[in-house]
């Protein structure tokens, strides 16, 4: 079974730009959460969505958004580059929703703000 | 709130045993357990549910004690694959799964030969 992929792994942009990541889940899992990594703060939730529904939001300002199509990928974008935005960006899938359902990770996308 | 996870990083040889802790201030439903190698995806563990279960596979296993608000990993005897980083997720009480995961930042973990 193909594990998660992440489009592109590589992406550099320049401050004001506007940046769209793409996942595709386990093929039959449903449920996509996005993840910023950075090396001071970690792996900090984004947002999951399940069944094209948005069901939880991390804390993170409105220039981050995401979306699911019906095959349960699922895209994230974020407007209005800022420096602070450069991080490895991780989406996981799972069967279900909540989180008593194990995660599978992507690669990540390494996104490069200059 | 993001939990504290303890040691920050540990250096063992292999065959030596370790153990990652992971505390919360808020009250937990479950806590997840995920190990990512530099420059690789996290890799899923283990979940832990509250009811103070401990589970393990080959010489790692981890227990959850709700009532501390904490979960530690165990392991032992450990080999050179064993290296990365470790992360503790948590989940709060109260909602019964339909929460967010919030990650601790991580105990890295060598194991020299």
């Known amino acids: 079974k193909a594990g998660v992929t992440q489009t592109p792994r590589y992406l550099i942009k320049t401050r004001g730009q506007q940046v769209t990541l793409s996942c595709s889940p386990i093929?039959?899992?449903?449920?996509v959460s996005w993840y910023q990594q950075t090396p001071g703060q970690g792996l900090q939730f984004l947002f999951e969505y399940f069944s094209e529904t948005q069901r939880n939001k991390g804390n993170f300002p409105g220039r981050f958004s995401g979306r699911q199509f019906s095959n349960s990928r699922s895209e994230m974008n974020v407007s209005t580059l800022e420096l602070g935005d450069s991080a490895l960006y991780l989406c996981?899938?799972?069967?279900?929703?909540?989180?008593?359902?194990?995660?599978?990770f992507g690669p990540g996308t390494r996104l490069t703000v200059l | 709130q993001q939990p504290v996870q303890s040691p920050q990083a540990v250096i063992l040889r292999e065959g030596e045993d370790a153990v990652i802790n992971c505390s919360s201030s808020k009250a937990l439903y479950s806590v997840h357990w995920y190990r990512q190698k530099h420059g690789e995806a996290p890799v899923f563990l283990m979940i832990?549910?509250?009811?103070?279960e401990q589970k393990g596979h080959d010489k790692i296993s981890a227990s959850f004690n709700e009532k501390k608000q904490q979960s530690s990993l165990y392991l032992t005897a450990s080999q050179l694959s064993y290296s990365g980083t470790y992360f503790c997720g948590t989940e709060r009480g109260g909602n019964f799964g339909n929460e967010k995961l919030t990650f601790g930042t991580g105990t890295r973990l060598t194991i020299i030969p």
């Open positions: 832990l549910l509250k009811g103070g």
């Open positions: 093929s039959g899992h449903r449920s």
């Open positions: 996981a899938s799972s069967l279900g929703s909540g989180t008593n359902n194990e995660q599978f």
